[in-house]
């Protein structure tokens, strides 16, 4: 079971911002369900990993076959895998730069804003992907493919969550500017659910949002929440903070009466970074 899988280069979002897309079509028959997959480091296109010395070894969880694991765990989706618009090669490491989407440093490390223009800049991906769709699609009718239509996920995987951690702190932007903003506000009721998968990044704080207010926000919006980790993020000792605001993040969620469904993974193994991809696969048994 298989899915074909499309590169679409420079994917236009709002004016002056593009990102590469790989695009993987519903296993099943179609619907309107989309997921978009934001990764983490390492993670490229195919071709790049192959020629970088460390990153070559961790091609199974290349960008293309990140799309092929999603549409098998979620088998009725459209999967829109969306490539950082800035990767920072090292000599022993490749770092994913969601610059789009978040204000970062050289490495990636998030530097919060209260606005980035990241829902903007996906609300747009979203609708040039759709017009993407209707090529795959040339048989069906056009309106099938209307953004009013569509159901949103949201995943992050370990850098990756940077980009759902800047949309917690625009969702209270939106909610508190003196003028609403009839359609980001729209947008933002398209979005279903939202994945963080083992997030992490090279910085010592903000792994995890734990301001109570951004999180009231947050809440208000009824968004289904999966927290799904593994020891080697929420158990690494050297990072003590990872596992106090993963925790944090969910109780006060909790407390707010959302039900996060939250699973350790892994848990009877020792750390690795194998298990840290392999939560790719294991949220299969979780997948709507």
């Known amino acids: 079971m298989s899915s074909k899988i499309w590169v679409w280069r420079k994917v236009p979002g709002i004016i002056g911002r593009c990102n590469d897309i790989i695009y993987s079509c519903p296993i099943l028959p179609s619907s309107q369900d989309v997921l978009l997959y934001f990764g983490g480091d390492v993670q490229d296109i195919q071709e790049n990993m ?5 990153s070559k070894k961790y091609i199974e969880w290349s960008l293309q076959n990140t799309a092929q694991i999603l549409s098998i765990n979620f088998p ?11 990767i920072y090669v090292t000599r022993n490491a490749m770092f994913s730069c969601f610059d789009n989407f978040v204000p970062s440093n050289e490495y990636g490390v998030p530097l919060f804003a209260p606005t980035h223009d990241a829902l903007k800049h996906i609300q747009e991906l979203v609708k040039s ?5 209707k090529t795959c699609y040339a048989d069906e009718d056009p309106t099938h493919f209307s953004i009013e239509k569509t159901k949103l996920t949201l995943m992050g995987f370990s850098k990756g969550c940077v980009v759902l951690n ?9 909610q508190n500017k003196p003028k609403s903003d009839i359609g980001i506000n729209n947008f933002i009721k398209l979005i279903e659910s939202m994945w963080w998968l083992d997030g992490g990044h090279a910085g010592s704080k903000n792994t995890w949002i734990t301001e109570t207010s951004i999180l009231e926000s947050f809440a208000k919006l009824k968004i289904d929440v999966h927290v799904h980790v ?6 690494d000792t050297y990072r003590p903070w990872i596992c106090q605001e993963e925790i944090q993040f969910c109780n006060i969620l909790q407390s707010m009466e959302i039900p996060v469904k939250r699973t350790l993974h892994f848990s009877d193994k020792p750390r690795s970074l194998k298990n840290h991809f392999n939560v790719l696969k294991a949220i299969r048994n979780y997948a709507q």
């Open 76 to 86: 009725k989706k459209h999967i829109l895998v969306i490539r950082p618009s800035r």
């Open 50 to 54: 192959e020629q970088h010395a460390d």
């Open 166 to 174: 800047q949309l917690l702190h625009e969702f209270h932007y939106y």
């Open 230 to 235: 593994t020891p080697y993020q929420v158990q």
């Open 129 to 133: 992907s759709l017009d993407h769709i």
